[in-house]
């Protein structure tokens, strides 16, 4: 029985993954306890009992009194604790506890858990960090909860998983005075491919690289005798020891840099310790974007597209076993899936030649929000401003580069919203045009059809055409404020999550028969609602679903706590459909809520009253419900 208890265990975080000894330690003082239906485990306000309860079978919901009224605010199933936080804090319960169906608990002594919190981190900061159920994750920092636990978390369970980059801590540097051969000859005896300018005190106030020497020196006709100073660059970005992985991926990125100076405090006035370089990055990671990123430059075909778009599905996966930023994440997948259609586009227009007019690629739906983590259908449009015998070059241009992005891996669109698609491949004006149909006479089927158009981004060609588009809709959406309330009502009116605690939230039937669609019950509310919001505001922007929430916070005061809300759920969404998506090669949409442990099942649960909330809000926003 001893055996078979410390099994069943294991099998529940924290203990999935806590040391063996601390397993068997809790499993040595545990007992087992049946209570029936309508049985009160206790009573909010009576003193702790000197254990806490984990759920075997059965169900028991916990609830506390607000003014008289009896609120729920948890229901513990198979896999859930309760009673701990009274236990752990010393504190009297803050809610009840009543079986609401025949139950199996698992009595867990408070003695052998402290224990084991005391030797074990994982087990420490999972029961430190909140996961239980004997306080509501429902007031005005709902979320913030759920946001503080995970980072504590990860950092007590997983320190090893912000993953640092070690420098060479020998740089060769020089004065700003000497030749450029004087330079070029220090970089060739220590075989390097940078040098540091630094000052007097040993700060850097520039660098040279091979790329430097080539293009700036050799391919220019400078004399080697010049000072070294006359071809570096500068300012120098400089970073501290303590960097990770993904800032100075996220540096690399931002400043098209491949080697930063390492000093002692991170600030280009102190003194430098070292050198860092994407060789090193390569080294320590094994794979990188800026890698990715030359690679697919170079790639003749979609087989070769594929191929690197598979490694970023690689690169995908590592990111999110390190709990790697979903901000971070989702610019770095964005940004290679951008370099992947701007090589398409090469490869076509090497096959048809160059464009007769000026035109703009169009990212649409995710991939204009660049949310596109996993390769989903794909969205996309050309604008082209040019006469009508210009239409079949970009007809032609559309079709090759879908077909390209086809071969990578990107499957066409069901509803042929392409650049392949003479209804997604209009001239400026026509497009100019579809969008004032759709904001002067919306009716609901044209505006839910209309929604991806909105989320239109420019990927490549000539951005000024994308940008006078997204300058006249928001000129249009203005003038016509009426068209806010079709489009909030497609929000509004999305499925909602409904009760976690009953199966309404998962499909009935159909292939994705018992799973949950985290795209249309909780993911489609939150990106609609913001763009409905950032229309309205007047936010001109390109960006993502959590950038629009984050300026929506910054515009409107009175939403700030929801808007920051529904950023972080969003976040906490899209992590959870990658995951999906990885682990069972798939979109990612239909999540297998039951495979899901109780840790991310709790997390997960954490967003649905925020999608709640802000459809609440539209609808009384934009009184959608005297549309009916």
């Keep these: 029985m001893f055996e078979t208890l410390v099994e069943r265990i294991s099998t529940h975080a924290p203990f999935d993954r806590a040391d063996p000894s601390v397993v068997r330690a809790v499993v040595d003082g545990l007992r087992i306890r049946y209570v029936e239906a309508g049985d009160v485990l206790f009573r909010e306000g009576e003193p702790h009992a000197p254990e806490c309860y984990l759920v075997h079978k059965g169900r028991v919901r916990i609830g506390r009194n607000h003014d008289g009224i009896d609120e729920l605010v948890d229901v513990c199933d198979e896999g859930d604790y309760f009673g701990a936080r009274a236990l752990l804090n010393e504190r009297p319960y803050a809610a009840s506890a009543r079986a609401e169906e025949d139950t199996l608990l698992y009595v867990i002594p408070g ?172 080294k320590a990671r094994g794979q990188h974007p800026t890698v990715i990123l030359h690679e697919i430059q170079r790639a003749r075909s979609g087989e070769e597209l594929r191929l690197w778009r598979d490694r970023t599905e690689a690169l995908l996966r590592k990111y999110l076993e390190a709990e790697t930023a979903m901000s971070l994440v989702a610019r770095v997948v964005s940004e290679i899936n951008d370099a992947l259609i701007r090589r398409s586009i090469e490869l076509a227009q090497a096959e048809i030649g160059p464009a007769p007019a000026p035109w703009c690629w169009l990212a649409m739906g995710s991939e204009g929000r660049e949310e596109q983590l996993l390769r989903t259908d794909q969205d996309n449009a050309i604008s082209f401003r040019g006469c009508e015998g210009d239409r079949a070059y970009f007809l032609e241009l559309g079709t090759r580069v879908v077909e390209h992005l086809v071969e990578a891996g990107f499957r066409r669109c069901p509803g042929d919203v392409m650049a392949s698609n003479p209804e997604w491949n209009l001239a400026l004006d026509e497009w100019k045009d579809r969008f004032e149909r759709w904001i002067s006479m919306p009716d609901p089927p044209a505006t839910m059809r209309a ?66 669609d985290i795209k249309a019950r909780a993911m489609t509310p939150l990106a609609d609602a913001a763009r409905v919001l950032v229309y309205d505001a007047g936010i001109d922007m390109f960006g993502s679903t959590v950038d629009r929430w984050e300026q929506i916070a910054r515009k409107e005061p009175n939403l700030e706590r929801l808007s920051r809300e529904a950023a972080m759920a969003y976040e906490i969404l899209m992590r959870v459909r990658a995951r999906e998506g990885l682990h069972r090669g798939s979109s990612g949409r239909y999540v297998h809520i039951r495979e899901l442990n109780k840790l991310q099942r709790r997390t997960l649960r954490s967003t649905f009253s925020v999608v709640e909330d802000v459809q609440l809000m539209l609808r009384s926003r934009y009184r959608l419900d005297m549309m009916r």
Aim: hydrophobic share 45%; glycine share 6%; net charge negative.
């Design 451 to 516: 929604n991806i158009c909105f989320d239109f981004r420019p990927v490549a060609g000539d951005l000024e055409l994308a940008r006078e588009l997204k300058s006249f809709v928001m000129d249009a959406v203005k003038a016509d404020r009426g068209f806010l309330a079709f489009f909030a009502r497609n929000a509004a009116d999305s499925p909602p999550p409904l009760s976690f605690f009953r199966n309404e939230i998962v499909e009935k039937s159909g292939e994705h028969r018992s799973t949950f």
């Design 111 to 282: 003695k052998p858990l402290r224990w084991g919190m005391a030797q074990d981190d994982a087990v420490s900061a999972f029961f430190t960090a909140g996961f239980t159920s004997d306080l509501p994750m429902l007031g005005d920092n709902r979320l913030e909860q759920v946001n503080q636990a995970l980072q504590r978390l990860r950092g007590a369970a997983a320190p090893e998983l912000v993953a640092r980059v070690e420098p060479s801590r020998d740089p060769v540097a020089c004065a700003s005075n000497i030749s450029i051969q004087q330079a070029a000859w220090r970089m060739r005896s220590r075989n390097v491919g940078s040098i540091v300018v630094v000052d007097a005190n040993g700060c850097p106030v520039g660098i040279v690289t091979d790329s430097d020497l080539r293009s700036k020196v050799v391919a220019e006709g400078r004399s080697g005798a010049e000072p070294i100073e006359s071809i570096m660059s500068q300012p120098v970005v400089t970073v501290s020891e303590k960097v990770s992985e993904a800032q100075l991926m996220a540096l690399m990125m931002r400043h098209g840099l491949h080697h930063f100076a390492v000093t002692e405090d991170g600030s280009p006035a102190s003194r430098l310790v070292g050198v860092l370089s994407e060789h090193d990055l390569s």
